[in-house]
């Protein structure tokens, strides 16, 4: 599966200088309000040293990373909704992302415009939950009258109507309705999210922007962790991001080492990402290329392989698998091997992250 995320936020909260950052992009990021008109897209390659280690061992195989895909939307203020600015308008680019980052100003800098004059997390949080509500509630306000028309019809459709409703009532309260277990938990949220695309339903990872400073200071950053719990919350200086991706590997790590950091933005967000939407991946490895696959925590081997081709899920038969650390110890599949390191599962075999595995199958003509 794909990963894909949509970024959100004001204008002027290092949504495009972070955006630059994470892909590698060199998109307009301005002290100005509305620098970005349109949306912008880039894919990148997920960081992972396993595949490296493995590339290695298979004599210098290609390496095919996993990838997550940053949509960035003109940053969104207060009536954004109704029509003010310019975000509402490209809402609909993230309708389809599996997760939404909103960036959240956190330092202090009299040069850099603020919609507001001044910065306020809180406030600024606020501002951008409230207009998804309000972009939800429309979606809902559009397709409940047809729904309850078509329920007085089929009786069978009523459950969803009525789902629809107790939806629309809590943004109703200004609530997004991944804040409310009672709704995401329910077994008529996918069909929701399959007919509707609702944004509030997308879980939210929130990046707070700081400055050089900020990023050593624990209290600060304590502060604006219990803003958002209990979502996840990420810290970076977007400008220090920028920095990172002009140096080589070494100097980069030396540089996040001397601001206190081990992982850059990048390493940090995808692995809230993951961790927020149950996500894993798992290897294959071979002379041919060496490669990440993204599945869901909890996937079956057949439901794994379906991930490579859906011919693979339907003619499966069984899973080679051997441990990554396993196999790198070993130093060779065939010393594995030998080891007793390799396996053989069925289909009820549950995947796990550090799974090498080779898919047996058979598809009948």
């Given amino acids: 599966m794909s990963l894909s995320i949509g970024i959100v936020g004001l204008p002027n909260v290092g949504k495009s200088t972070l955006f ?7 998109i307009l990021a301005a002290n100005y309000p509305f620098a970005t008109i349109e949306p912008n897209t880039g894919i990148v390659p997920i960081p992972d040293p396993r595949l490296d280690k493995l590339s290695e061992l298979y004599g210098g195989a290609p390496i095919k990373p996993a990838t997550v895909t940053f949509v960035d939307i003109a940053g969104l203020v207060a009536g954004a909704s109704q029509g003010e600015g310019l975000g509402n308008q490209f809402l609909g680019h993230i309708r389809t992302c ?49 729904l309850d028309k078509e329920a007085r019809a089929n009786p069978k459709l009523k459950p969803e109507a009525d789902f629809l409703r107790e939806a629309k009532a809590l943004l109703d309260e200004g609530k997004p309705l991944h804040s409310e277990p009672n709704i995401m938990n329910d077994e008529r949220a996918a069909w929701l999210q399959r007919e509707l ?3 509030t339903l997308k879980p939210v990872i929130y990046v707070f922007n700081l400055d050089d400073n900020g990023l050593a200071d624990e209290a600060q950053k304590n502060k604006l962790r219990e803003l958002v719990q209990p979502a996840q919350s990420v810290f970076v200086c977007a400008k220090l991001e920028s920095e990172l991706h002009s140096l080589d590997p ?21 692995h809230a990402a993951y961790d927020t939407l149950g996500l894993q991946s798992y290897l ?14 909890g996937a079956t081997a057949p439901q794994a392989a379906g991930v490579i081709h859906g011919d693979f899920e ?5 899973a080679q698998i051997v441990d990554y650390n396993d196999l790198i110890a070993a130093g060779s599949e065939a ?11 069925g289909k009820d075999y549950i995947m796990k992250p550090d799974d090498v595995v080779e898919f047996r199958f058979n598809v009948s003509k």
């Fill in 20 to 26: 630059n950052a994470l892909t590698g992009s060199s």
């Fill in 98 to 146: 599996n997760a939404i980052v909103q960036v959240v100003r956190a330092f202090d800098d009299p040069n850099v415009t603020h919609v507001d004059t001044e910065h306020n997390p809180k406030r600024d949080i606020d501002v951008i939950n409230t207009e998804l509500v309000l972009a939800d509630l429309q979606t809902i306000d559009r397709r409940l009258p047809k």
């Fill in 197 to 199: 695309q609702l944004i």
């Fill in 250 to 270: 070494a100097d980069a790590a030396e540089m996040l080492e001397s601001y206190g950091q081990t992982e850059s933005g990048l390493v940090q967000l995808i």
């Fill in 284 to 297: 294959t490895a071979g002379d041919k290329e060496v490669r990440a696959w993204t599945v869901p925590k």
């Fill in 314 to 318: 339907k003619g499966f038969i069984a």
């Fill in 335 to 345: 010393a594995a091997k030998s080891a007793g390191k390799v396996r053989t599962e």
